[in-house]
């Protein structure tokens, strides 16, 4: 079975650093793109960027390009997304979630969510 | 502002049919782009109901289905039941934006 297992809930400072993680099982995890979906309060969805952990080919958003860092350490069957300052704007819920497919497609399964807070 | 235009609701009986819109333009679904259509029950995360246009993932019941034409795409709903009442979101790509991946701003389904 695919499960994606993000870690827990994280309240942060704003200017503070930050690592959130994804850890893949049930399916070859070098073999999928991982993406990284921000959901705002009460708001819509939207792509953050996507990693292939295979060879880490790294696509962003142009409207996350510079914001974010999206790494994979593919011995732990894990995806990470990071920020260096973190902003109140930043405050979201965040979704990683795998390919439903081969290649960049569908996201077929997700992972439960990271809150993250950060106020000043 | 969404890229994907989709209404902001829509609401139906029991047992009735409802659609959902997504209308895109020349450089995301009039590009040939696929797209797909996820479900979100507040509270959780998203699940994949139609890929590539109107393909059902495996456990997904078959009133569900997905179309595209041109620059749009549309979700059908039919017998609506009480467990429809979710947010749903189509997701394509676009070319203007380096292909990357874009969502509708979402439609809020209630089950009346």
């Known amino acids: 079975e695919v499960q994606l297992v993000q870690s827990g809930a994280e309240v942060k400072k704003t200017g503070e650093s930050l690592k959130i993680s994804c850890k893949g099982s049930?399916?070859?995890?070098?073999?999928?793109?991982i993406g990284w979906v921000r959901q705002m309060p009460g708001k819509g969805l939207e792509w953050m960027g996507s990693i292939y952990p295979g060879d880490s080919d790294t696509r962003y958003s142009p409207s996350f390009q510079g914001q974010v860092t999206i790494s994979a350490d593919k011995s732990i069957s894990t995806a990470y997304l990071q920020w260096s300052s973190l902003k109140a704007s930043d405050s979201a819920m965040y979704y990683c979630?795998?390919?439903f497919g081969y290649g960049d497609s569908a996201l077929g399964y997700w992972g439960q969510g990271t809150l993250v807070t950060v106020s000043s | 502002q969404s890229v994907l235009t989709q209404p902001p609701s829509v609401s139906g009986a029991p047992g009735q049919r409802v659609t959902i819109s997504c209308t895109g333009s020349?450089?995301?679904?009039?590009?040939?782009?696929?797209v797909h259509w996820y479900q979100q029950v507040p509270g959780t995360a998203p699940k994949l109901l139609i890929y590539?246009?109107?393909n059902r993932p495996s456990g997904v019941p078959d009133r569900f289905s997905g179309s595209k034409s041109g620059t749009s795409a549309s979700l059908a709903i039919t017998g609506l039941q009480a467990e429809d009442e979710a947010d749903y979101y189509c997701?394509?790509?676009?070319?203007?934006?380096?292909?990357?991946?874009?969502f509708g701003g979402g439609t809020k389904l209630t089950v009346l």
């Open positions: 590539d246009n109107s």
């Open positions: 979630a795998r390919s």
């Open positions: 049930g399916y070859r995890f070098t073999s999928y793109w």
């Open positions: 997701q394509s790509y676009d070319s203007s934006l380096s292909g990357s991946r874009v």
């Open positions: 020349s450089s995301n679904i009039g590009a040939g782009y696929d």
